[in-house]
């Protein structure tokens, strides 16, 4: 079996096939001393409609970084972005953002929290309400709805949190490490839970992860970003494991371990550059 690097961005159907389009963006932050680091070198990529790609590189390599491009939540030093074969700037409507950190208000219960996206956007609130109790269903929380985010657990809370992005049916979905605070057994969980969602209703997804095992399981696609700083894309895979997909079972079959093991051969380099790094600047 070959796993070949997949194509170059704009290189295949449709413009409004193509959820994100990343051309030659590049992303500088200001320093205090006049100067700009550049946090992400020029960089191309393209998602497509209904596709899950997970993204991958050591720490501070700008993974979020360019989560935060795509959501409009920064904007580039130069390049583009579009959505939907459309130039986008400031936030991206079209776009649910799942951050690691939880996003829950807690003086809310969880049926609150996952409503208020209905209600901020005009939604009445009893419906938003009926809404958002069907969505807690769906992600296994239904006995759970009146309770508040303390009273939960750090799985719940994420459960919670992915009602809370999907429920606005954004066709985009980002997301930033959303597992990486939980513990292995509910990590798992937690990916045949998203795999079972975005089965039902497929959209376009950009997961960043620092797992691999995690990110070969979930994504069609896996994109190797290099250490920075300037950092830019140094591998784009395609992972050729049939869906349905578990989470568990999926790692016992011959062709994931052949898919890790070339994946990791490309980024292992990458993330003891990112090492060698972290101790100069310590």
């Known amino acids: 079996m070959t796993i070949a690097p997949k194509h170059a961005a704009g290189s295949s159907g449709p413009a409004d096939s193509r959820a994100v389009e990343l051309q030659g963006v590049r992303i500088a932050f200001p320093m205090a001393n006049g100067t700009a680091y550049e946090a992400v070198g020029e960089t191309n990529l393209e998602v497509r409609d209904r596709e899950f790609v997970a993204i991958v590189g050591p720490t501070g390599c700008g993974k979020s970084t360019l989560l935060n491009a795509t959501a409009g939540l920064i904007k580039p030093a130069a390049g583009n972005v579009r959505i939907f074969g459309k130039a986008h ?5 079209h776009a ?10 807690p003086w809310k219960t969880a049926v609150d929290n996952v409503a208020i996206g209905l209600e901020v956007a005009g939604v009445a609130r009893r419906e938003a309400l009926e809404r958002a109790r069907e969505w807690l269903s769906r992600v296994g929380l239904a006995a759970f709805a009146d309770r508040y985010p303390h009273m939960l657990s750090g799985g719940q809370r994420k459960r919670v949190g992915l009602a809370q992005v999907l429920i606005r049916d954004p066709k985009i979905i980002l997301m ?4 990486g605070p939980l513990d292995a057994q509910t990590r798992l969980i937690m990916g045949d839970l998203l795999l079972d969602l975005w089965t039902a209703d497929q959209k376009a997804v950009m997961f960043v992860t620092h797992d691999l095992d995690e990110a070969i399981g979930l994504a069609d696609r896996v994109i190797i970003m290099s250490a920075g700083p300037a950092s830019r894309i140094i591998g784009d895979y395609t992972i050729p494991l049939a869906r349905p997909r578990n989470m568990a079972d999926i790692k016992s079959a011959p062709e994931f371990h052949e898919v890790h093991r070339e994946i990791w051969n490309a980024l292992k380099e990458e993330v003891l550059k990112g090492y060698k790094q972290a101790e ?3």
């Open 89 to 93: 700037t400031g936030i991206n409507a």
């Open 176 to 179: 930033d490490e959303p597992f």
């Open 96 to 105: 649910g953002y799942l951050f690691q950190q939880d996003s829950l208000m």
């Open 280 to 282: 100069k600047l310590s």
